[in-house]
């Protein structure tokens, strides 16, 4: 891809999810090495296991690795057993932070609002949000694919983010962990409405926020699904955990 300065620079994130020991810390280092080596066109970001949080922001402390959390609280601290706060990410060295992964909105069943308020508690916090949604198979069946998501994204987006960074990612459910990709043109199609609905929300402003693409992005298909319109980068699950892999992904982009 040629860079101008007009182009942000695509975003590649992985997110290990609930993977990783402290032997992991080795991947993360591997791949801070090889960009130090060779810089990559891509910003690059990895959201570890909130153990690892802290040792593997010291660990690529100085190098192009961003780190940051997979969940946030939207409280800022208080009685919340085994929740994390936005400022604890930054606090720990994270610079970013996912909000709304459908695990999270399966898991523990996240409503949109609960994804807003944690968005605001991000920004709060200077964090970037990467806010993510995204169809489920019988959705896309009886074609209300693009509806939904749509309506997810604007009842996930706080008015605060106005101005602000943050990014959007696209996962399709039935694409994450699947190794079933969406087809080039269902995540065109998609990120388009993404788009329309950013610039009904943001005006211009919705016209700089990237649109990650994310559900079995591997080194073989990375290139199509990056070089696509309106894909501003993607989040990687399982092909993040090896940096071999990781790697080949950032250099596609
Ligand atoms: P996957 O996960 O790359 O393993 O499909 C993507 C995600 O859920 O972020």
Not at 3 to 32: F, H, Q, Y
Not at 47 to 63: D, I, K, Y
Not at 177 to 185: L, P, R
Request: proline content about 4%; charged content about 20%.
């Amino acid at each position: 891809m040629t860079l101008t300065n007009t182009t942000p620079r695509p975003l590649i994130a992985g997110n290990w999810k609930m993977n990783g020991l402290s032997a992991a810390l080795d991947e993360a280092r591997a791949v801070a090495a090889e960009l130090d080596r060779q810089p990559a066109a891509a910003r690059v970001a990895i959201f570890p296991p909130a153990t690892l949080l802290h040792r593997l922001a010291e660990a690529v402390e100085g190098s192009f690795v961003l780190t940051g959390g997979q969940d946030c609280h939207d409280k800022r601290s208080g009685a919340h057993t085994g929740d994390i706060s936005a400022e604890m990410i930054a606090d720990a060295g994270g610079t970013l932070v996912i909000v709304g992964h459908s695990e999270r909105r399966t898991d523990h069943g996240e409503t949109c609002q609960h994804v807003a308020a944690k968005t605001e508690a991000a920004i709060a916090a200077g964090l970037e949000p990467i806010i993510c949604v995204g169809e489920s198979l019988a959705q896309r069946e009886a074609g209300e694919a693009v509806a939904f998501v749509v309506g997810q994204l604007r009842n996930s987006l706080p008015v605060s983010l106005a101005g602000k960074t943050f990014n959007v990612a696209y996962e399709p459910l039935w694409a994450i962990g699947t190794g079933h990709v969406a087809s080039v043109d269902n995540i065109v199609e998609m990120h388009a409405a993404i788009r329309a609905e950013l610039i009904a929300l943001f005006g211009e402003d919705g016209r700089a926020v990237q649109i990650l693409y994310g559900g079995s992005v591997k080194p073989e298909n990375a290139r199509e699904i990056l070089a696509a319109p309106e894909v501003g980068g993607a989040l990687v699950g399982g092909a993040s955990l090896k940096a071999k892999d990781f790697l080949a992904i950032i250099e596609a982009a």
